[in-house]
């Protein structure tokens, strides 16, 4: 027993050590991109030089009004060339499983009787009886008795098939 309380806190112990790298590689990676944005602004956005008269402030103003006008324009572009692409790939994904299919796992076989069924498919409150032999009428069977001719000498049959074709004949 007490092995496994041992086995428990190190693993408890290993855990929280495995939790603290990664939390220090979170802050290291949150400090790289802090710095590389920094980098990145420094070089490409330079502080602007806010010193001179209105004039040449105004004329600071419409410059970087013009600049963001531009960012703005390119970001719609950008922006809408992602919605046709995602438009596409959707379509391309629906295609796809037109071509494949969808595919449909095996039944499986169950014993159910019928009224296990309706039970199942209607609910635990009606309670339906399959059982439709039991509201029939009781008919009994009546044997007809066909009068057959009664089987007799092959021969005589033929003689009295004779006379009648005599007869046909003779009229």
């Known amino acids: 027993m007490s092995e496994k309380k041992m086995t428990s806190s190190r693993r408890h112990h290993l855990k929280s050590l ?3 790298v990664a939390q220090t590689w979170l802050e290291k990676e949150k400090k790289e ?10 070089e490409n956005c330079p502080a602007p030089d806010t010193s001179g ?3 040449t402030l105004m004329e600071l103003c419409k410059k970087i009004h013009a600049a963001l006008d531009k ?3 390119e970001r719609y572009d950008i922006e809408a060339k992602v919605q046709k692409a995602d438009k596409e790939i959707e ?5 796809v499983v037109d071509l494949v299919g969808v595919k449909k796992p095996a039944l499986k ?7 296990a069924m309706l039970k199942a ?3 635990s409150k009606h309670t339906v009886n399959m059982d439709l032999r039991a ?4 008919v009994k069977k009546e044997v007809k008795e066909e009068p057959g001719e009664a089987v007799g000498d092959w021969r005589k049959n033929i003689e009295d098939k004779a006379d009648r074709k005599k007869m046909f004949e003779s009229s």
């Open 71 to 73: 960012i703005d324009e």
């Open 109 to 115: 076989k169950v014993r159910m009787s019928a009224d």
């Open 33 to 42: 991109r802090a710095e590389a944005k920094e980098a990145y602004m420094a």
């Open 18 to 20: 495995v939790l603290q």
């Open 53 to 55: 008269d209105q004039a």
């Open 121 to 123: 498919l209607l609910g």
């Open 135 to 138: 509201n029939l009428k009781q």
């Open 91 to 95: 379509e391309l994904k629906i295609k």
